[in-house]
């Protein structure tokens, strides 16, 4: 009970220190944005590339030879259980 009293003051002073500083916010959100857009931007690439497979690396050292039935992804060896 004594949580709930303290947090609907918390909300209250929050409320109040946001209608009286609302430049102040602004400012700080402006200045975090871009930021915030380089860290999403960089996560959102990681989650594409994990999804696509591109970290699929040749298996093999005979890369030149033309023998292309040696080579395979590690990707098809994960999901036919060898």
């Keep these: ?9 918390a909300i209250c002073f ?4 946001l209608s009286t500083y ?10 975090i944005m871009p930021i915030m857009l380089i ?3 960089i996560v959102a690439l990681f989650a594409g590339i ?4 591109i970290r699929a690396k040749m298996k ?9 039935q040696s080579r395979t992804f590690e990707s098809e060896n994960v999901n036919s259980g060898k």
Excluded at 1 to 9: A, E, N, Q, R, W
Excluded at 22 to 31: C, E, K, P, S, T
Excluded at 50 to 53: E, I, L, Q, S
């Design 60 to 68: 093999g050292d005979d890369f030149g030879n033309g023998d292309h």
């Design 22 to 31: 609302w430049w102040y916010v602004m400012d700080i959100l402006v200045g």
């Design 14 to 17: 929050g409320i109040w220190g």
């Design 1 to 9: 009970m004594l949580s709930i009293v303290f947090g609907l003051i």
């Design 50 to 53: 994990k999804n696509t497979g």
């Design 39 to 41: 860290i999403g931007g």
